[in-house]
């Protein structure tokens, strides 16, 4: 799976968190732009690893193995969201969609552990062609 169908994923997730006419209002495009701005890395060059990375030296350890793994997602709150972005980060995102930060959050909650899951197999994060950088590192963070 490359960058784009994971910003993909990521968007239709973040799209079915939110009501249907809220989210019939926002293209797949414009969140999938939103996504890549919020998440670690150069412009479009996502970097999931390092968001995993973050969340290991946050304390949210648990939570990405979660992801990583072959089993369900755990579910995030919106006060870990903000831990792992940053609240101008959050914000910046929203503005970008027209959307208050706790909608922005909502999306999020869905949107950000179905796009690490859908890069990882198996406990680690697979390498993304053409994204920059080595992204099954992630897995080592954990010990594997």
């Known amino acids: 799976m490359d960058i784009k169908q994971i910003l993909e994923t990521g968007a239709q997730?973040?799209?079915?968190?939110?009501?249907?006419?809220?989210?019939?209002?926002?293209?797949?495009?414009?969140?999938m732009d939103a996504l890549a701005g919020l998440m670690p890395g150069e412009g479009k060059n996502v970097d999931l690893g390092a968001l995993v990375g973050k969340m290991q030296g946050g304390g949210l350890a648990s939570?990405?193995?979660?992801?990583?793994?072959d089993?369900?997602?755990?579910?995030?709150?919106?006060?870990?969201?903000?831990?792992?972005?940053?609240?101008?980060?959050?914000?910046?995102?929203?503005?970008k969609l027209g959307l208050d930060q706790d909608t922005a959050l909502e999306g999020l909650k869905g949107?950000?552990?179905e796009m690490v899951d859908k890069a990882?197999?198996?406990?680690?994060?697979?390498?993304?062609?053409g994204v920059g950088g080595v992204m099954g590192m992630a897995g080592k963070l954990f010990g594997r």
């Open 13 to 31: 997730a973040f799209r079915s968190r939110l009501g249907e006419e809220l989210a019939g209002s926002l293209s797949l495009d414009k969140i």
């Open 63 to 69: 939570l990405a193995e979660s992801w990583l793994g």
């Open 71 to 95: 089993g369900g997602n755990a579910g995030i709150g919106a006060e870990q969201l903000i831990s792992m972005f940053g609240s101008g980060d959050i914000m910046r995102f929203a503005d």
């Open 111 to 113: 949107a950000v552990p």
């Open 120 to 129: 990882s197999t198996g406990g680690t994060l697979e390498s993304l062609g």
